[in-house]
């Protein structure tokens, strides 16, 4: 049963434009939400984060959103760039330090 | 400051072998992870310490076995490899606060069991 989803596997975004990557997930009980990025051969690295009692969190050119009611966050990344293209990784935390992760979504900017 | 090291980068198993994937920081954090990444699939929690000593099952620990020894050290343990623990492994640490914790990922294993 997964309790975080990333319904895209892939996304395709031209230099400059936005991107959106959308994470769904169930269990109401998820108290902070992070987002990781990945590129190949590496671990994933931290990007941004939000608390359930926020509804927005900005940095720099990321921005995370949160809809409670919804159970739906996304992460926007405006302007993108060709370094962006990674795969990104929504989290939530659960029980203490416990992280649930979605399946993940595969970006590619071009230039 | 190296962060979260892991070695071996690579390596093939046969069926039935054993090994002991080395995982360590130098960040001083309490809390130390082991996950296990399929192709297409999200990082899946395997074991998982709060401290030395310490250590307790994720969701899917059947197959492994984990020791903490020290702070700095994790080892994961596989014995009589089976090839549906062919994946990427990836250890994390984080510090263990309580509001804002991040974890800090290793660079990961690439194990293929044959």
């Known amino acids: 049963d997964q309790q975080v989803k990333q319904n895209s596997p892939s996304l395709s975004v031209q230099e400059g434009r936005i991107s959106i990557l959308n994470c769904d997930y169930t269990n109401s009980m998820f108290d902070y939400f992070l987002w990781y990025k990945k590129y190949p051969a590496e671990g994933p690295t931290f990007l941004i984060s939000i608390s359930s009692i926020k509804d927005k969190n900005e940095d720099g050119r990321f921005t995370v959103f949160l809809n409670k009611s919804a159970k739906h966050l996304s992460l926007h990344i405006v302007p993108s760039q060709p370094g962006d293209s990674a795969v990104y990784f929504c989290a939530a935390r659960y029980a203490g330090n416990m992280l649930t992760f979605g399946g993940g979504t595969r970006l590619m900017v071009k230039p | 400051n190296a962060g979260v090291t892991q070695t071996p980068k690579f390596r093939i198993l046969k069926i039935g072998q054993s090994m002991t994937l080395q995982c360590t920081q130098d960040m001083n954090h309490n809390y130390m992870y082991w996950y296990r990444q399929d192709p297409g699939m999200g990082l899946k929690l395997i074991y998982y310490?709060?401290?030395?000593?310490?250590?307790d099952k994720g969701e899917v620990p059947n197959g492994y076995n984990v020791s903490r020894s020290t702070t700095e050290d994790f080892p994961l343990r596989l014995e009589l490899a089976a090839p549906s623990q062919t994946s990427v492994y990836f250890c994390a640490s984080s510090p263990g606060l309580a509001g804002t914790d991040t974890q800090y990922f290793g660079p990961g294993t690439r194990l293929t069991v044959l």
């Open positions: 310490s709060v401290g030395a000593g310490i250590t």
